[in-house]
């Protein structure tokens, strides 16, 4: 009995310290018993297998090419994986090689996280524009492919209806795609077309601020960077609002559902404007009767989000110089084409565009890279895109519900403007 | 592991345990031993981020920057009250719910309780089918309403059906009016099960006698209610209207899942809206102030109910 109350507080001690202490990402501070450099990796393709698996193809590959690194890479879940990167970095605790969402880069290089990518301008050069991420005339971050969206549709279906198929050269203008939508609507569809509005979170801007900029607004004035009055709600924006109001309202969109293109597939709409990812099974669903065709132009020319997930190097990284080893062997053409064709994604290279099942130049997906070279906007390249991307959001799903469109662009550009003043403009001057 | 106090301390040599002092010393040395992985814990995840909480909310503190944070003094709070119109509404929406969930929750789950307190084949059925969506995961449950109540979901159907189509239903989650609404129903029916337990348990405490002396009188079901379950479920009540009432002011989960604080912030909560100025738009000083008003709050409500309900002797 006496004996034991030490043990009994030690034991509680330790038992305390044990849960509470935390494991350390390694920084590369060590060496595998073979002598090698561990290289940290984070990814967020947790759950997205025909992904991880390049990655792992790439990492075991240069694993093997090499003797002087030897990369260790973990996944994350795409919902928790921005989160797990802030709480790392406040930490100390960041990876080496990281890959983030194109729009959010300049925000996390502006608070430090990130050191200049560095690889060889060659690289970079050949990419898509889209899939590179500069932050005050640094390259910061560079993707492997890109994204795109269009809107699908049945060429049964609407040659039925006597719809005119809308091509590159001649897209669908605001007044014909208001006709298009009436005529699908008395065809029987009760709602004509899905544009995904059951989505939340980054879908939000990254599928309707392409509308928005089509209409000549924009989500912030990207001379100055430093305010979104006049952009977010000027006459075009406020005429977008009102054009976006009226999907919903005359009953041509819903935002009920389920997320992903299954109400296309199920003929429930005749038209879904989604992403290049959904293609491979529209195909498959659809056959020959499926079409990709150009978003409908809104008075500025079609437009569509561009920048998708990219690489980046953390600044706490010791061993950059091994980070870029891996990003410039990773940037190989096959792997780009592997990435392109087990995901369903725009490689980021002409050449592994060439060699791809889909995206090659008679691929049936040809028309996604046509439309990611000529209608593609980046997100606002500012660290206020955090705050742009929410209040946005907020702002068209609340125009979505009928609230007064000046009022609520009004309210999400003070809301804006209040953050990017509140931090000294981001080191905009 | 208990200690138990060393009765026989008495006949053991006294050198051996010189060093341990006194058998209360060594008590409390078992004690604190025990408390420890508990103690730690709190003091590592609830205390340091309570106190931290309030020294961020007078600064412009930012959850990402390079910038290093400045003392702003009340400008957060005054931001909150002045400049913040969804701040307000949010407000406003948390008190709608609790005001309608604290007696409606209370009150069902005692009529549910009630009728599940009696002796007969196949009563534990009941109790369960009750009690099976408090331990669903909220997440799943908001994500199952969410279905049922969209335009084309069960619920409207099941209006369709009953009422031959003269009634349509409503689109629930997506009309300003009834959005609210919608997730008070939904929230009751959730957790309704949880306090229905609470009050069997109270009214497990009542001695049979006293009913059967009741009836002796001549009380009349409705008089035995008043007279004698009332009465012996006082403090049973305190800890449940106490209860409901912080997880009511703390609704976040629902609205994260369903509807964002939409349509047009109608279900925005102090909560929600809290974590939405602070995580997606990296907001922590100002996160931090309003989650200090809301603590502040919540106390306030909790220790007025505290009196209000007190043992009057």
């Known amino acids: 009995m006496r004996t034991r109350t030490p043990i009994l507080v030690s034991a509680g001690l330790v038992t305390a310290i044990a849960l509470t202490g935390c494991g350390q990402a390694g920084q590369g501070d060590t060496t595998t018993a073979d002598g090698r450099t561990p290289l940290t990796m984070w990814t967020h393709s947790a759950g997205n297998p025909a992904e991880l698996e390049v990655y792992e193809q790439i990492i075991s590959d240069f694993n093997a090419s090499q003797d002087d690194y030897e990369v260790v890479h973990e996944s994350f879940p795409q919902g928790a994986y921005n989160d797990a990167i802030v709480a790392a970095a406040a930490s100390g605790d960041l990876p080496c090689l990281l890959d983030l969402d194109g729009p959010i880069m300049p925000n996390w290089a502006w608070a430090g996280y990130l050191q200049p990518l560095g690889i060889s301008t060659d690289i970079t050069d050949s990419l898509l524009p889209t899939a590179v991420g500069v932050w005050d005339d640094e390259i910061y971050s560079a993707g492997y492919w890109d994204a795109a969206l269009s809107i699908f549709a049945r060429k049964s279906v609407l040659e039925a209806n006597g719809v005119r198929i809308p091509t590159v050269e001649e897209p669908w203008t605001e007044d014909e795609f208001a006709d298009v939508l009436a005529t699908l609507k008395s065809a029987g569809y009760d709602t004509p077309i899905d544009i995904g509005a059951e989505d939340k979170g980054e879908w939000w801007p990254y599928a309707y601020s392409p509308f928005l900029q089509s209409f000549g607004g924009d989500l912030i004035d990207r001379d100055t960077m430093l305010s979104a009055d006049g952009a977010l709600n000027g006459p075009d924006a406020v005429a977008w609002g009102e054009w976006f109001q009226g999907l919903f309202a005359d009953g041509y969109a819903n935002n009920s559902g389920t997320i992903g293109n299954q109400e296309f597939i199920d003929d429930e709409v005749a038209l879904s404007y989604t992403g290049v990812w959904n293609a491979v099974t529209a195909l498959d669903e659809v056959g020959d009767d499926l079409l990709i065709l150009p978003p409908p132009d809104l008075g500025n020319g079609p437009k569509i989000g561009g920048g998708s997930w990219q690489w980046a190097i953390s600044s706490s990284c010791d061993d950059a110089d091994g980070a870029r080893a891996y990003l410039e062997f990773s940037f190989q053409d096959k792997y780009l084409t592997e990435f392109a064709d087990k995901q369903v994604v725009i490689p980021a290279t002409e050449a592994a565009a060439e060699a791809s099942k889909y995206f090659g130049e008679d691929g049936a997906l040809r028309p996604f890279v046509e439309f990611s070279q000529q209608y593609a906007v980046l997100r606002p390249e500012t660290p206020a895109y955090a705050v742009i991307s929410t209040t946005f959001e907020t702002a068209a799903k609340d125009i979505m519900n009928g609230a007064d469109v000046q009022q609520t662009l009004d309210q999400a550009v003070s809301e804006i403007d209040a953050n990017i003043e509140s931090n000294d403009g981001y080191g905009f001057q | 592991m208990t200690v138990t106090p060393p009765t026989v301390a008495a006949e053991e040599p006294r050198r051996a345990y010189r060093r341990f002092r006194s058998t209360k010393g060594r008590e409390t040395w078992a004690g604190l031993g025990m408390i420890a992985p508990a103690g730690i814990l709190l003091v590592l995840f609830l205390i340091i981020p ?209 509807t964002q604080g939409g349509p047009v912030n109608s279900t925005s909560t102090i909560v929600f809206h809290a974590v939405r100025k602070g995580y997606a738009q990296q907001e922590i000083g100002y996160a931090a102030a309003i989650s200090l008003i809301f603590f502040i709050a919540v106390l306030v409500i909790a220790l007025i109910q505290r009196r209000l309900t007190r043992e009057k002797d």
């Open chain 2, 50 to 258: 309570v106190i931290l909480a309030f020294a961020l909310s007078f600064t412009n503190a930012r959850l990402i920057s390079p910038n290093p944070p400045r003392f702003v003094g009340m400008d957060n709070f005054l931001r909150a009250f002045t400049a913040d119109p969804v701040f307000l509404q949010s407000v406003g929406n948390t008190a709608v719910f609790a005001l309608v969930v604290v007696p409606v929750q209370a009150g069902l789950g005692l009529l549910l309780a009630v009728l599940v307190n009696r002796r007969m084949r196949g009563i534990t059925a009941f109790r369960v089918i009750f009690f099976i969506p408090v331990v669903t995961s909220i997440v799943v449950v908001s994500i199952l309403w969410k279905f049922m109540y969209q335009n084309d979901g069960l619920i409207n159907s099941m209006i369709d059906a009953i009422t031959f189509g003269a009634w349509q239903g409503a689109d629930w989650l997506n009309d300003p009016n009834t959005a609210l609404g919608a997730i008070i129903v939904m929230s009751i029916w959730q957790a309704v099960g949880f306090h229905m337990i609470i009050w069997l348990a109270g009214l497990q405490t009542i001695p049979e006698e006293l009913y059967e002396a009741a009836k002796m009188d001549g009380a009349s079901p409705w008089r035995q209610f008043t007279s004698v379950t009332w009465p012996g479920l006082r403090p049973t009540m305190v800890f449940v209207l106490v209860t409901i009432t912080i997880a009511a002011l703390g609704l976040f989960v629902q609205i994260s899942v369903m």
